[in-house]
């Protein structure tokens, strides 16, 4: 008894291991190289074979993403037969390097399978100048025409990407120039092929910037070595001194910063005149010292100045205000002063230069 069930066993196996269900796929990547956009859709073939003893179908077939639509029979595959899958890539308004994928489902359990499709697509001018704004040359374009970097606290490092396009038809070696001791910039990739994307990735070291504020920088950029032609590319940022350690003990004998009069009025001046100066006071009503970071303006033809920037509680300081109207645009003035201190409620107070400029 023992012999005929074991038999009957091994025959189940037998049959079971010979009724397989399994594909073999010709080939599950294929690469377009670079064509251009105006070509419009490009579409290849994925071609398997049901290697198994059973017959098997494909249930579904999905896209990564709504630029590629893949094609398919559902009827059911013979043993030995061959079907096939079309997958699409739609290239409009897609400029640069892609890698989709398509993941295909069969009638058996665990038969997903991947199918990648990649190229680089040479963008027309339109495409390339709505994701690529900036005209940096005529070799490279950029998705900005500055690096922001937006707020900055104090002490800490803050990351940038700036992506690029080569709008040439030969490789480049973009580069960065000019830098200040507190921004360093890498290019990856390194080596940028016709038609393809890179990134500008800008680190801003807080803690080596002298200033704090708004701090302004301009960049040189460079499609590659052997090109003589640069481009200028403003960076800026907004450091902050951070007070989010402080304890609410420290908060409490924090120094505090209060302008006795926040407008300097320069009244009329005469367009020719030379220049001619005011003066505001700044006093610490805090209980310790207040220290003056920065005063400055970014007005052109007004200057800033003060005679000390450290203050005891009780203590005052003068800002010196200058302006030259020969330098002034407009028939009016009205120019931002920002005094930058380590007040925790108040680490931005504004001074206004206000006149009225008579040609």
Not at 25 to 30: I, K, P
Not at 115 to 131: D, F, P, R
Not at 244 to 273: G, W
Request: hydrophobic share 40%; charged share 20%.
């Amino acid at each position: 008894m023992k012999k005929i069930l074991s038999a009957i066993l091994i025959s189940a196996a037998a049959t079971a291991a010979y009724a397989s269900e399994s594909v073999q796929w010709l080939e599950t990547n294929h690469n377009f190289g670079a064509f251009d956009e105006n070509m419009g859709r490009v579409s290849t073939v994925f071609r398997f074979v049901n290697t198994g003893t059973k017959p098997v179908s494909i249930v579904a077939a999905r896209a990564s993403c709504g630029c590629t639509a893949p094609e398919y029979d559902r009827e059911p595959v013979a043993p030995g037969d061959t079907a096939e899958v079309r997958v699409t890539y739609d290239p409009a308004g897609r400029p640069g390097r892609f890698s989709k994928y398509v993941a295909v489902d069969f009638s058996y359990e665990g038969s997903r399978q991947k199918l990648t499709i990649e190229g680089t697509v040479v963008g027309n001018s339109a495409s390339v100048a709505q994701q690529y704004p900036a005209e940096c040359t005529s070799m490279l374009r950029l998705s900005r025409g500055a690096a922001m970097m937006g707020d900055v606290v104090k002490g800490q490092l803050k990351t940038l990407f700036l992506k690029a396009y080569n709008a040439s038809h030969d490789s480049i070696r973009p580069s960065v120039s000019n830098l200040p001791k507190y921004v360093s910039v890498t290019v990856a990739p390194e080596r940028v092929a016709p038609g393809e994307q890179c990134s500008f990735i800008f680190y801003f070291r807080s803690d080596r910037c002298p200033l704090y504020g708004l701090v302004s920088d301009t960049l040189y950029v460079s499609p590659d070595h052997l090109s003589s032609t640069i481009c200028p590319l403003p960076l800026t940022a907004l450091v902050n001194e951070d007070f989010t350690k402080l304890s609410p003990k420290q908060l409490a004998k924090a120094p505090a910063i209060r302008i006795e009069n926040p407008s300097a009025d320069f009244d009329v001046l005469e367009a020719a005149s030379p220049a001619v100066e005011r003066t505001v006071e700044i006093a610490n009503t805090g209980k310790s010292t207040l220290e003056i970071r920065r005063v400055y303006t970014a007005t052109p033809g007004v200057s800033v100045s003060i005679d000390r920037t450290s203050l005891k509680p009780g203590k005052k300081a003068t800002i010196k205000v200058c302006v030259n109207p020969a330098e002034l645009t407009g028939a009016l003035l009205n120019a931002r002063i920002s005094v930058i201190s380590n007040d925790p409620t108040q680490p931005i107070a504004t001074i206004r230069a206000v006149g009225t400029i008579r040609r």
